[in-house]
């Protein structure tokens, strides 16, 4: 009876045993989880699956800015200014120019103020659309600028200093109207006319002489290599100079200035170049200080338009008009 009663409670036991075996598998078969092919949780997004994704937000155009500009809040956030510059009128220069009357100015022509070659190469003046990407980021429209300034990256704070710097003037220049950034932009202005006297590029270039101008060239090339894979000497070599990227020879050592002219070397800015190298850039490094004669200059660019196995043509007399 006893050996009889053990094995009835051993298979009452396993029976139970196995029962809730069978129970767990049931229930994970009834409340089986779902199994990510990512761990993690799902956060509801309150979008809808494959709905497009949303454009970035376009640009705020600056003269929408400044119509709702607040002069005193830009006066805050130009604080960080005051350690290099003057706000008050004939406080003069300190680490950088002085800031009164800037808004209108000629860029880098503050009398006797140290600009840098970078800066003096811009052109132009202060408009507030240029202001407005100087604030943002120096570097960007100057790159070897001496300003340390990191720049202002929130379009309307920037906008807001554009505001407090309009105060600063007797004459305050007034912002450009909203309906100015939906027009469209002007055409280009014609290419300027000969000085008196001075027959127009294209006519002296069909006339102009390469040979005379290898001639008049020989100075350059105390300075300049002229052959194919000659490579610098002082100054870049010309081969293939027409048509080129101003100051492009790789690994040549450019003057800010000089790099700081965009644009191609065409038979246009080739003739400013040669005739006048300051009045183009006026940091560059060349002492050479330019050939007056317009009939000159046209025979040496038809000398370097030798200087190339695909010769770019002369412009046409049309191009001039």
Known sequence: MHSAEVNRT????????????????FSNLVFAPERLAVPG??????????????????????PVLLAKADPHKGEQDAKVC?????????????IGPDLWGVVGRPVASVAGF????????????????????????????????????AGEKDPQKDADILAYLQTLSDNPVPFPKPSEAS???????????????????PALLASADAKK??????????????????????????????????????????????????G???????NKWIADPKALASGTKMAFAGEKSAKKRADILAYLQTLSDNPVPFPKEASAK
């Open 41 to 62: 949780y799902r956060l509801a997004t309150g979008e809808k699956a494959g709905a497009p994704v949303a454009e970035a937000p376009k640009e705020t155009p600056l």
């Open 183 to 201: 027009a469209p932009a002007p055409a280009a202005a014609p290419a300027a006319a000969a000085p008196p006297g001075e027959e127009p590029l």
């Open 264 to 270: 191609d070397w065409s038979y246009p800015e080739l």
């Open 82 to 94: 005051a350690t290099c510059h003057n706000f008050t009128k004939g406080g003069g220069a300190k």
């Open 114 to 149: 140290d600009y840098s070659a970078s800066l003096k190469s811009l052109g132009g003046d202060w408009t507030y659309d240029k202001l407005a990407h100087w604030v943002a980021d120096p570097k960007a429209v100057a790159s070897g600028t001496k300003m340390a300034f």
């Open 10 to 25: 051993a298979l009452a036991v396993l029976g139970s045993i196995l029962f809730a075996m069978l129970l767990v598998a």
């Open 213 to 262: 101008g290898e001639q008049d060239a020989k100075i350059c090339a105390t300075c300049h290599n002229f052959t194919k894979g000659g490579g610098p000497k002082i100054g870049p070599d010309l081969w293939g100079v027409v048509g080129r990227k101003i100051a492009s020879v790789e690994g040549f050592a450019y003057s800010d200035s000089l790099k700081g002219v965009s």
